[in-house]
């Protein structure tokens, strides 16, 4: 089956800053998101993220602990993506959104993620895709994404459920909650952050152009 039989809204609102938050349940196959996990579950290759342990945000690492990385260029080219995911976003937030950071996240009990935000530019359009892989999750488990307001208040939280998909503007201020300790085995999150780009080159620029903007923003914290 495809993503375009597939997928209901579940949420669709706007935060406190005006920016989009919305979550599609069955927003991909289940055989397809099932390989998926399989895939990461036995042959993941994870790096450890140091940041991630020390209370410093990290802007490259989406500050969790291990990540699983994809080639971005490979996974604009796949049946995953085409197939799965791309239609959605399409659909809800316009053409023309390409992948340029591609991973899988890795949350155990017991980790600390810290909040941040994927793009430090408000400007920007850039959205974050979340597709949750875990086949069994319930609500005794935690491991919610939460996102904050500007004034550093919980504004809204979304349950890792599989074959869920979470899109959002990636300036809102986020964070990976850990799993209980009722789940035994690890959170794992499909994410993939996209740029409006007209062309591949484009897409490859914007990681950098993120770190840019992060370094934009200490600079400005820092120093004035």
């Given at each position: 089956?495809?993503?375009?039989?597939?997928?209901?809204?579940?949420?669709?609102?706007?935060?406190?800053?005006?920016?989009?938050?919305?979550?599609?349940?069955?927003?991909?196959?289940?055989?397809?998101?099932?390989?998926?996990?399989?895939?990461?579950?036995?042959?993941?290759?994870?790096?450890?993220?140091?940041?991630?342990?020390?209370?410093?945000?990290?802007?490259?690492?989406?500050?969790?602990?291990?990540?699983?990385?994809?080639?971005?260029?490979?996974?604009?080219?796949?049946?995953?993506?085409?197939?799965q995911l791309q239609h959605h976003v399409e659909k809800f937030f316009g053409s023309g959104f390409v992948?340029?950071?591609?991973?899988?996240?890795?949350?155990?009990?017991?980790?600390?993620?810290?909040?941040?935000?994927?793009?430090?530019?408000?400007?920007?359009?850039?959205?974050?895709?979340?597709?949750?892989?875990?086949?069994?999750?319930?609500?005794?488990?935690?491991?919610?994404?939460?996102?904050?307001?500007?004034?550093?208040?919980?504004?809204?939280?979304?349950?890792?459920?599989?074959?869920?998909?979470?899109?959002?503007?990636?300036?809102?201020?986020?964070?990976?909650?850990?799993?209980?300790?009722?789940?035994?085995?690890?959170?794992?999150?499909?994410?993939?952050?996209?740029?409006?780009?007209?062309?591949?080159?484009?897409?490859?620029?914007?990681?950098e152009r993120d770190r840019q903007s992060r370094f934009a923003y200490l600079n400005k914290t820092l120093?004035?």
């Open positions: 089956m495809s993503a375009q039989e597939t997928g209901t809204v579940v949420h669709d609102i706007i935060n406190q800053a005006g920016r989009r938050i919305l979550v599609i349940d069955q927003a991909s196959a289940a055989d397809m998101t099932g390989l998926m996990y399989e895939y990461i579950n036995e042959y993941g290759v994870w790096g450890l993220n140091p940041y991630s342990a020390t209370g410093v945000e990290n802007n490259t690492n989406d500050n969790v602990p291990f990540i699983h990385g994809f080639d971005s260029v490979a996974m604009r080219r796949s049946p995953f993506w085409t197939g992948p340029y950071d591609c991973s899988v996240n890795n949350g155990r009990f017991g980790d600390n993620p810290l909040d941040h935000r994927d793009n430090y530019d408000k400007h920007s359009e850039n959205i974050t895709l979340l597709l949750y892989l875990n086949p069994v999750w319930n609500l005794n488990h935690g491991g919610e994404t939460v996102f904050f307001s500007d004034q550093s208040e919980i504004e809204f939280s979304v349950l890792p459920k599989f074959c869920r998909m979470l899109m959002f503007d990636s300036y809102i201020n986020h964070a990976a909650r850990p799993p209980s300790r009722l789940f035994h085995g690890t959170r794992y999150t499909l994410a993939i952050k996209l740029t409006r780009a007209a062309s591949s080159n484009g897409a490859a620029g914007a990681e120093f004035g």
